[in-house]
C-alpha cells in the first residue's frame, strides 16, 4: 500500500458450544426483527423502475471510519458502476449482522470473520463463507490518562484498563498482545470489563482506569480534549488479522457469483481510491458518511489508520492470516477446534477484482 509521510471478567473455555447453538436459536427468535439505521451515499440513489440493477442488502457491523475504503466506494458511485443498489444497513454488533444474514434480512454481512467460524462450528448446514476481506489490522488503541515515552506493555502491570467485552475480538486481540509480552491478563492487571462498549471513553474522561483500549472516533475525541494520550496502536502490536470481512451464505453465493463478483470489483475500487489518495482526499470523499464528526478529526484518524497500513491493497483473505485468527480465538478459550479455511473462504472474487 502507497505510504505518505506525515464485559465484567467471566469463564470462558467453556462455554463455545453453547455460544454456537444461542446464536442460532437467536437467529430464529428474532428474524424480521432486526433495527439499523439505513446510510447511502450520494451517488447511491435508487436506480430507475426501468433499470437492471441489482438492490444488494449490505448489515455492516457497525458504522466506523475504520471502514474507509468502503464508504469510498459508495460515495464515489463504484457500486452503481457496477450495477448495484445498495442499501446500507447498522447492525450494531456481530451476532445481529451474522442473524441478518442467516435469516435472509441482508444479503451481504460486514463483520469480523470470528462469526463465520462460530456459525459453521456450531453445525449451520448453509454456513456463512468468506469473499472479501477489508481490514488487515485491529483498529483500536491503548489510551493512557498521562502522556507516556517509550512505552512497554510492562507499564500496564499492577494498573487498571478499561477492556472490552468478554470474547469480544477487541478485547481477544488485546489479550493476546498480553500474553505476546509475558504478560497474564488475569493477575498481572485489572482489566475492568463492566462498562458497556463505546462508553468506556466517557468512564475514563470521568476518571476511572489509569488506561483505556479504545477505537475512534474516542481516542482521537479524548486527546483532542486533553484527558487522555494515545500510546499503541493494538493493529501494530497484533499483526495482520482479517479484523473485518464481508460474507455471504453459500446459497447466495452459489445463486448470484455475478453479483458478488460485481460487489467484489466496487470495493476494490474503493480499495484502489484509498491506496492512491491522501487521508485529506479520503475525509473529502467519506465526509457525508460521518456529518457528526468534523474534517480535521475525521483527516486524523484516517491518517492514524493508514500509517498503521489497516487497509489492504487486494481484498484476498489470506491463509496465514485466517490462521492467526483462529489463534486468537483458541487462545481466549472460544474455539475448541480448527475450521478449514477452504470452507470459509473463497478467494475466487478477489482475485478476478484485481485482474
Same mark, same amino acid.
Given at each position: 500500500?502507497?505510504?505518505?509521510?506525515?464485559?465484567?471478567?467471566?469463564?470462558?473455555?467453556?462455554?463455545?458450544?453453547?455460544?454456537?447453538?444461542?446464536?442460532?436459536?437467536?437467529?430464529?427468535?428474532?428474524?424480521?426483527?432486526?433495527?439499523?439505521?439505513?446510510?447511502?451515499?450520494?451517488?447511491?440513489?435508487?436506480?430507475?423502475? @426501468?433499470?437492471?440493477?441489482?438492490?444488494?442488502?449490505?448489515?455492516?457491523?457497525?458504522?466506523?471510519?475504520?471502514?474507509?475504503?468502503?464508504?469510498?466506494?459508495?460515495?464515489?458511485?463504484?457500486?452503481? &458502476?457496477?450495477?448495484?443498489?445498495?442499501?446500507?444497513?447498522?447492525?450494531?454488533?456481530?451476532?445481529?449482522?451474522?442473524?441478518?444474514?442467516?435469516?435472509?434480512?441482508?444479503?451481504?454481512?460486514?463483520?469480523?470473520?470470528?462469526?463465520?467460524?462460530?456459525?459453521?462450528? #456450531?453445525?449451520?448446514?448453509?454456513?456463512?463463507?468468506?469473499?472479501?476481506?477489508?481490514?488487515?489490522?485491529?483498529?483500536?488503541?491503548?489510551?493512557?490518562?498521562?502522556?507516556?515515552?517509550?512505552?512497554?506493555?510492562?507499564?500496564?502491570? @499492577?494498573?487498571?484498563?478499561?477492556? #472490552?467485552?468478554?470474547? #469480544?475480538?477487541?478485547?481477544?486481540?488485546?489479550?493476546?498482545?498480553?500474553?505476546?509480552?509475558?504478560?497474564?491478563?488475569?493477575?498481572?492487571?485489572?482489566?475492568?470489563?463492566?462498562?458497556?462498549?463505546?462508553?468506556?471513553?466517557?468512564?475514563?474522561?470521568?476518571?476511572?482506569?489509569?488506561?483505556?483500549?479504545?477505537?475512534?472516533?474516542?481516542?482521537?475525541?479524548?486527546?483532542?480534549? #486533553?484527558?487522555?494520550?494515545?500510546?499503541?496502536?493494538?493493529?501494530?502490536?497484533?499483526?495482520?488479522?482479517?479484523?473485518? /470481512?464481508?460474507?455471504?451464505?453459500?446459497?447466495?453465493? &452459489?445463486?448470484?457469483?455475478?453479483?458478488?463478483?460485481?460487489?467484489?470489483?466496487?470495493?476494490?475500487?474503493?480499495?484502489?481510491?484509498?491506496?492512491?489518495?491522501?487521508?485529506?482526499?479520503?475525509?473529502?470523499?467519506?465526509?457525508?458518511?460521518?456529518?457528526?464528526?468534523?474534517?480535521?478529526?475525521?483527516?486524523?484518524?484516517?491518517?492514524?489508520?493508514?500509517?498503521?497500513?489497516?487497509?489492504?491493497?487486494?481484498?484476498?483473505?489470506?491463509? &496465514?492470516?485466517?490462521?492467526?485468527?483462529?489463534?486468537?480465538?483458541?487462545?481466549?478459550?472460544?474455539?475448541?477446534?480448527?475450521?478449514?479455511?477452504?470452507?470459509?473462504?473463497?478467494?475466487?472474487?478477489?482475485?478476478? /477484482?484485481?485482474?
Amino acid at each position: 500500500m502507497k505510504k505518505i509521510p506525515c464485559n465484567n471478567m467471566t469463564h470462558r473455555s467453556s462455554s463455545f458450544i453453547k455460544k454456537a447453538t444461542a446464536l442460532l436459536l437467536t437467529t430464529l427468535l428474532i428474524a424480521g426483527a432486526l433495527c439499523g439505521c439505513t446510510k447511502k451515499g450520494s451517488n447511491e440513489a435508487a436506480q430507475d423502475s @426501468g433499470s437492471s440493477a441489482k438492490e444488494v442488502t449490505l448489515n455492516e457491523v457497525a458504522h466506523s471510519i475504520f471502514y474507509a475504503p468502503m464508504y469510498v466506494a459508495i460515495e464515489e458511485g463504484y457500486f452503481k &458502476e457496477e450495477g448495484i443498489d445498495l442499501t446500507l444497513v447498522t447492525g450494531f454488533g456481530a451476532d445481529k449482522t451474522m442473524t441478518a444474514v442467516l435469516t435472509d434480512e441482508a444479503d451481504i454481512g460486514f463483520m469480523g470473520s470470528e462469526a463465520t467460524i462460530y456459525t459453521y462450528a #456450531g453445525g449451520t448446514s448453509d454456513y456463512v463463507v468468506n469473499f472479501a476481506q477489508l481490514t488487515q489490522r485491529a483498529g483500536n488503541f491503548l489510551v493512557s490518562r498521562t502522556p507516556v515515552d517509550n512505552f512497554n506493555w510492562d507499564m500496564l502491570k @499492577g494498573a487498571t484498563v478499561l477492556g #472490552g467485552r468478554a470474547g #469480544g475480538m477487541p478485547e481477544m486481540v488485546f489479550e493476546f498482545i498480553l500474553k505476546k509480552n509475558g504478560i497474564d491478563p488475569q493477575s498481572d492487571l485489572d482489566i475492568d470489563q463492566s462498562i458497556d462498549f463505546g462508553a468506556t471513553a466517557a468512564a475514563f474522561s470521568g476518571g476511572q482506569g489509569a488506561f483505556t483500549v479504545e477505537f475512534e472516533p474516542f481516542a482521537t475525541s479524548l486527546e483532542s480534549k #486533553g484527558d487522555g494520550y494515545v500510546i499503541a496502536s493494538l493493529g501494530e502490536e497484533s499483526g495482520y488479522v482479517p479484523y473485518t /470481512a464481508f460474507s455471504a451464505k453459500q446459497s447466495y453465493i &452459489e445463486a448470484n457469483p455475478d453479483v458478488i463478483q460485481a460487489f467484489t470489483n466496487a470495493l476494490q475500487k474503493g480499495m484502489n481510491y484509498v491506496s492512491s489518495h491522501t487521508p485529506e482526499e479520503i475525509a473529502k470523499v467519506i465526509q457525508p458518511q460521518f456529518e457528526e464528526t468534523d474534517f480535521e478529526s475525521l483527516t486524523t484518524i484516517i491518517t492514524r489508520y493508514y500509517e498503521q497500513d489497516t487497509w489492504k491493497d487486494n481484498l484476498i483473505l489470506e491463509e &496465514e492470516s485466517f490462521t492467526l485468527l483462529q489463534n486468537i480465538l483458541e487462545e481466549a478459550g472460544e474455539l475448541p477446534k480448527r475450521v478449514p479455511y477452504a470452507d470459509l473462504v473463497t478467494t475466487e472474487f478477489a482475485e478476478k /477484482a484485481i485482474q
